[in-house]
């Protein structure tokens, strides 16, 4: 376990070394592209060239050019955003991070919960009616695109029936953070939640039915079945406990996708400024440095994510350690 | 190889007709047998066949142009003429509201967007885009990711090991970001992306397909090597190095046929999500690039209108929804046919 973990960690940090590599290449080293004119933003002038020039060492070889991109990010971390007054990046996305991960967090919640409940009705109801309803609904959940989802909720929650009964409750759009006032913060966040998780309570829903329905003519479910236990039993504690792997294994990959700025377009939709926001807002303002730092730190953590995942499992599961 | 044998045990009722025909054949025939696949796919083909239509439609039973803003023309409404934007509001055209669906396919079927022009039209014009760029780099991304993974699989080694830490390296990446990434970089140069003699300009189409395809290559990667490896062992491989034939015989001859069907599983559900990609890569502006339009940057001009005219968000992303669920419904009837034993699967 001690060598499988070491070697996960040696993995993990490679890889790292690796995307901070492509990050370099695509922001200093596109063919033709000037990459003092691209961090400045717009109009720049020559002053602002002359000095990201002097900071990034554009003049000088390759790695020192690596090495200092390197040093703003995560050692000074003073990466400036020059389209957006001169506004320190590296704290900018630290600030932004709760209202992320209050959105991925309640979501995850929803997704998690329904998707069981999805899975298991439609494979215990194989047969019916009811079965093939449900994976046709959760097929239209992973079809439809989330920002639209979004704005066609908004639509109902903010537009016509906004002043009705229903919906009246619905704060406007943006975020209030917790420490600030936990009911609005929850409020304002149940239609972002509901939005972000329609994907992937569908796509977990069939996944989980397929694995229960494979590990159904396992073994040792009927060895269960023949000592005896109630059907409740051999669901909870057999069938549904081994089908979680690959549903647990999923869950690891798109929480960190999502916290890493996968929610960037359902935080855009909703104006909840999280760090996909901040992106997006970089995006409009052609803010190559906080896009620079905000790809780094996603990829960092998907990568984290994933190397947590598979010592977790590993741990659970002797099988999967390599030797 | 699969054997008659094993065919018997799993193959849904291996008739006699069955003994004797390629599995291609087979595999054709179990798709048409599936109705639903099928119907999926006639859904599919409608919609190509309606975003193909879109000049005729706009030329000939519009009557409009829909890449020319229309702030001041006029349209017809139940007899009477009225102004595509109410509300003459001076000469800037500020606070005006665009004409909501009259549902009359000769005028403004489902009215005019924020600058005036034809909804219905756009639509059929934005899907144009949506699909090409959606299948342009499903087949872009899945020839490169079979490419990658033929050499990786059959060279094995350190080829294998470097070029598949290399696409760990690029799925590490969170793909929303990486695809903005690279199209901020290749947007803020107006003058586009030199790349020895290719040559790309900035709102050129081709710039959201090549960093589409290039961010999904991981994705296809992954099970096309799978395949390989598992081909590459095998005995006709041995016999067909036996008689003397050379690497690239053994790729294109021995291996290539024996991965297509995976790659044709999954290039339905790739033309999916490539799909989906390029709609929120437009919505965010970093897409397909005006004067171009598609189904993804009409959405995001409905945004500012989502309370008056729903209709201008409502129907791109009906029809991205529409073409999405029937390529997912296809995929998985394809998928179905080609590997019936499949062991992964998401389908019961």
Same mark, same amino acid.
């Given at each position: 376990m001690l060598t499988f973990t070491i070697r996960r960690v040696l993995a993990t940090v490679l890889v790292m @070394? &690796? *995307?901070?590599?492509?990050? @370099? &290449? *695509?922001?200093?080293?596109?063919?033709g592209v000037d990459p003092a004119r691209a961090i400045a933003g717009r109009n720049p002038s020559a002053q602002v060239l002359q000095e990201i020039r002097a900071q990034f060492g554009l003049d000088k070889p390759l790695p020192v050019q690596y090495g200092l991109m390197m040093k703003s990010i995560f050692i000074s971390r003073d990466l400036v955003s020059y389209s957006n007054q001169g506004v320190k990046v590296v704290p900018e996305i630290a600030a932004a991070t709760p209202a992320t991960l209050s959105l991925v967090f309640g979501a995850a919640i929803i997704w998690v919960v329904l998707a069981i409940a999805i899975g298991v009705a439609a494979a215990l109801l194989r047969g019916t009616l009811f079965d093939p309803l449900l994976m046709v609904l959760a097929l239209i959940g992973v079809s439809a695109p989330v920002f639209w989802v979004g704005q066609v909720a908004n639509m109902v929650t903010q537009g016509g029936l906004h002043s009705t009964f229903l919906f009246s409750w619905v704060?406007?759009?943006?975020?209030?953070?917790?420490?600030?006032?936990?009911?609005?913060?929850?409020?304002?966040?149940v239609i972002p939640w509901i939005t972000l998780s329609i994907l992937y309570i569908g796509l977990y829903g069939r996944v989980l039915r397929a694995n229960i329905l494979?590990?159904?003519?396992?073994?040792?479910?009927?060895?269960?079945r023949a000592k005896g236990i109630t059907e409740r039993q051999?669901?909870?504690?057999?069938?549904?406990r081994t089908s979680m792997i690959t549903f647990v294994s999923l869950f690891g990959l798109d929480f960190g996708a999502l916290v890493a700025g996968g929610a960037l377009l359902t935080e855009v939709v909703f104006g909840i400024h999280g760090v996909g926001y901040l992106t997006y807002?970089?995006?409009a303002n052609l803010d190559l440095p906080t896009i620079m730092a905000t790809v780094i730190y996603g990829a960092f953590f998907i990568v984290l994510a994933n190397a947590v995942v598979d010592i977790g499992y590993a741990?659970?599961?002797p099988r999967i350690r390599p030797t | 190889m699969a054997t008659l044998l094993e065919q018997a045990e799993v193959g849904p009722g291996p008739t006699s007709a069955d003994l004797g025909r390629n599995p291609w054949a087979l595999a054709g025939r179990r798709l048409r047998r599936n109705r639903i696949a099928l119907a999926a796919g006639g859904l599919f083909l409608l919609i190509v066949l309606l975003c193909l239509a879109a000049p005729l439609y706009a030329h000939d039973v519009a009557h409009v142009n829909p890449f020319v803003p229309n702030l001041n023309g006029t349209t017809v409404v139940n007899g009477k003429v009225v102004p595509v934007m109410r509300q003459g509001g001076g000469t800037l055209h500020l606070g005006e509201t665009p004409i909501g669906p009259t549902w009359d396919l000769?005028?403004?079927?489902?009215?005019?967007?924020?600058?005036?022009?034809?909804?219905?039209?756009?639509?059929?014009?934005?899907?144009?885009?949506?699909?090409?760029?959606?299948?342009?780099?499903?087949?872009?991304?899945?020839?490169?990711?079979?490419v990658v993974a033929l050499i990786a699989g059959f060279f094995g080694g350190w080829v294998d090991t470097l070029l598949s830490r290399l696409m760990d390296v690029i799925w590490a990446f969170p793909v929303y970001l990486l695809a903005i990434s690279l199209a901020t970089e290749l947007l803020t140069h107006s003058g586009g992306f030199q790349f020895g003699p290719l040559h790309i300009s900035a709102t050129s189409l081709?710039?959201?397909?090549?960093?589409?395809?290039?961010?999904?290559?991981?994705?296809?990667?992954?099970?096309?090597?799978?395949?390989?490896?598992?081909?590459?062992?095998?005995?006709?491989?041995?016999?067909?190095?036996?008689?003397?034939?050379?690497?690239?015989?053994?790729?294109?001859?021995?291996?290539?046929?024996?991965?297509?069907?995976?790659?044709?599983?999954?290039?339905?559900?790739?033309?999916?999500?490539?799909?989906?990609?390029?709609?929120?890569?437009?919505?965010?502006?970093?897409?397909?690039?005006?004067?171009?339009?598609?189904?993804?940057?009409?959405?995001?001009?409905?945004?500012?209108?989502l309370y008056t005219r729903p209709w201008d968000s409502l129907a791109p992303g009906i029809m991205i929804l529409l073409t999405v669920l029937s390529l997912n419904v296809l995929g998985d009837g394809v998928r179905d046919a080609l590997d019936p034993r499949a062991k992964v699967r998401v389908e019961g």
């Open positions: @070394f &690796v *995307i901070t590599v492509v990050v @370099f &290449v *695509i922001f200093f080293k596109t063919p704060p406007p759009l943006g975020y209030t953070s917790f420490t600030q006032s936990p009911l609005l913060w929850f409020k304002g966040l494979e590990t159904q003519n396992e073994d040792f479910v009927r060895t269960a051999v669901l909870l504690r057999h069938t549904l807002q970089a995006l741990w659970l599961d | 000769s005028h403004y079927f489902l009215g005019a967007d924020s600058t005036g022009r034809d909804i219905a039209s756009l639509l059929l014009y934005g899907g144009r885009s949506s699909l090409l760029v959606g299948i342009g780099s499903a087949v872009l991304c899945c020839l490169a990711a079979t081709w710039t959201p397909t090549v960093i589409i395809a290039f961010i999904y290559v991981p994705y296809v990667y992954r099970p096309v090597r799978g395949q390989v490896l598992s081909v590459v062992k095998k005995e006709f491989v041995e016999a067909s190095i036996a008689q003397g034939a050379g690497n690239l015989r053994l790729i294109f001859s021995e291996i290539l046929p024996n991965v297509v069907s995976t790659v044709i599983v999954l290039f339905p559900l790739m033309v999916a999500t490539t799909i989906l990609t390029e709609s929120a890569l437009s919505f965010l502006s970093v897409g397909v690039q005006p004067p171009n339009v598609s189904w993804g940057t009409m959405i995001q001009d409905g945004t500012s209108l």
